[in-house]
């Protein structure tokens, strides 16, 4: 599993115009290559009068699968400038519908180029990029005379507090990198003196918003 990546919110849609054509980027995160075509079986459905509905997707940890469909429009000027923004952005498991309804103004292969990339590069902007962190779920069970100055210590760290249960002890769970358990056990253990259980809990991907 990766250590961190990153990918775009559930589901989101933006349109521009260019030269009397609407272009409607939909954006979609698919984890397997039957949910990105079935999306874009959706996005086509609900489109059915457009001119085209051209698509691209990267699937998989290491991008194994990488389809582009230019719908269409001249071979290259579509599919083709949407799947090289996603590999730009660095993006997994994305797929892309750009809907077309033709305006009457033909824009030429270099024109087409350019607003498919640029309808996919809003698209994205407007749904929003998430990175995903593996991270490990650190059970600290603790006294509740520990969990004032736990609780603070923690919220003024860089560690995110997961919950709390409040049970016969607390139990505190909080989200750590991989690389980092050794040191955040370490550092329980110093903050109470030893009178902390430290538990490993599951494995998942923590999602944060990604700025560039």
Not at 24 to 36: F, L, N, P, S, Y
Not at 50 to 77: F, R, V
Not at 133 to 153: C, P, S
Request: glycine share 8%.
């Amino acid at each position: 599993m990766l250590s961190k990546y990153l990918t775009v919110k559930e589901y989101g849609e933006h349109e521009i115009i260019i030269q009397k054509s609407r272009f409607i980027a939909h954006v979609k995160r698919t984890e397997t290559e039957q949910d990105a075509q079935e999306f874009i079986q959706k996005i086509k459905k609900k489109h059915w009068n457009a001119t085209h509905n051209c698509s691209a997707y990267l699937i998989g940890e290491h991008d194994q699968i990488q389809k582009a469909n230019d719908d269409g429009e001249p071979s290259g000027t579509a599919g083709v400038p949407i799947l090289e923004v996603l590999k730009k952005r660095q993006l997994k498991d994305t797929t892309v519908v750009v809907t077309r309804y033709f305006g009457g103004i033909k824009l030429g292969a270099g024109g087409l180029i350019r607003a498919y990339g640029k309808a996919t590069s809003e698209g994205l902007d407007a749904t929003g990029i998430v990175q995903r962190r593996l991270v490990q779920v650190m059970q600290v069970k603790i006294d509740y005379t520990w969990l004032g100055k736990i609780e603070k210590e923690l919220r003024a760290s860089e560690y995110k507090i997961k919950d709390i249960h409040y049970l016969d002890i607390v139990q505190v769970e909080v989200y750590v990198d991989e690389s980092q358990i050794n040191t955040f056990s370490e550092w329980m253990v110093e903050l109470t003196n030893g009178q902390c259980t430290i538990e490993k809990g599951e494995t998942l991907y923590l999602e944060e918003d990604f700025i560039k």
